[in-house]
């Protein structure tokens, strides 16, 4: 019998946590969703640093993520820029980030997901962006995020110290696991906002705080 080695142990324990909470997250009822769209609403427009940013890029929901789209109306009522992923029509597993505004076309790419129409004029180089608010399947209370497995998120976030940004999580308190099995390339987040609180990390060995 072939044995089984550790890296594969990781990865089928990765894969395992990614099902079970995607199918968590899809079997939350339509009223709770809403709800929870609303909080997470307030919380982050309460949130300084997005308070402070003129750039901000997120995703629209999909696969029970939790909903942005009450966030973005009311960054869009606050003058805010707001920006979308798009998949890099000439660098596999990577993303840009377009300008949405209201009546920004959306097509749909090869994953299902909804995403701006490619315009050089909408494009945001990382170096301007102040603020990524990322999707994620779930995350621990040491700041590890558990992506859906194509690394796209986590491509972006390995050099987000250096383009001065800030990587903040999206979730539903749901989406919380005890301990996540992590990998070389995770990117750890340093805040993470949920219905229920607001989660900040230092990733210096210091206890986390939640407000």
Same mark, same amino acid.
């Given at each position: 019998?072939k044995?089984?080695t550790?890296?594969?142990?990781?990865?089928?324990?990765?894969?395992?946590?990614?099902?079970?909470?995607?199918?968590?997250?899809?079997?939350?009822?339509?009223?709770?969703q809403?709800?929870?769209?609303?909080?997470?609403?307030?919380?982050?427009?309460?949130?300084?640093?997005?308070?402070?940013?003129?750039?901000?890029?997120?995703?629209?929901?999909?696969?029970?993520?939790?909903?942005?789209?009450?966030?973005?109306?009311? %960054?869009?009522?606050?003058? @805010?820029?707001? !920006? =979308? $992923?798009?998949?890099h029509?000439?660098?596999?597993? #990577?993303?840009l980030? +377009?300008?949405?505004?209201?009546?920004?076309?959306?097509?749909?790419?090869?994953?299902?997901?909804?995403?701006?129409?490619?315009?050089?004029?909408?494009?945001?180089?990382?170096?301007?962006?102040?603020?990524?608010?990322?999707?994620?399947?779930?995350?621990?209370?040491?700041?590890?995020?558990?992506?859906?497995?194509?690394?796209?998120?986590?491509?972006? %976030?390995?050099?987000?110290? @250096?383009?001065? !940004? =800030? $990587?903040?999580?999206?979730?539903?308190?749901?989406? #919380?696991?005890?301990? +996540?099995p992590?990998?070389?390339?995770?990117?750890?987040?340093?805040?993470?906002?949920?219905?229920?609180?607001?989660?900040?990390?230092?990733?210096?060995?210091?206890?986390?705080?939640a407000?």
């Amino acid at each position: 019998m072939k044995s089984v080695t550790p890296l594969e142990q990781q990865t089928d324990a990765r894969q395992t946590i990614r099902q079970q909470l995607r199918q968590l997250r899809r079997a939350l009822p339509a009223a709770e969703q809403q709800s929870a769209a609303q909080q997470v609403a307030r919380r982050a427009l309460d949130f300084a640093p997005l308070r402070q940013a003129a750039t901000v890029a997120l995703f629209l929901s999909f696969d029970g993520e939790l909903d942005t789209r009450p966030l973005i109306e009311c %960054l869009w009522h606050r003058g @805010q820029q707001v !920006f =979308l $992923p798009r998949l890099h029509p000439f660098s596999p597993g #990577q993303l840009l980030f +377009l300008r949405y505004q209201p009546d920004t076309r959306l097509v749909t790419n090869r994953f299902g997901i909804a995403e701006p129409t490619l315009d050089i004029r909408s494009l945001l180089p990382l170096s301007q962006l102040d603020l990524l608010l990322v999707p994620l399947v779930a995350f621990d209370s040491d700041g590890q995020r558990l992506g859906m497995g194509r690394g796209f998120y986590d491509r972006t %976030l390995q050099n987000w110290k @250096q383009y001065h !940004f =800030l $990587p903040v999580g999206l979730a539903h308190d749901c989406q #919380q696991v005890k301990q +996540l099995p992590t990998a070389a390339w995770d990117i750890p987040l340093p805040a993470l906002i949920t219905p229920s609180k607001i989660w900040h990390w230092q990733h210096t060995g210091e206890d986390n705080a939640a407000r």
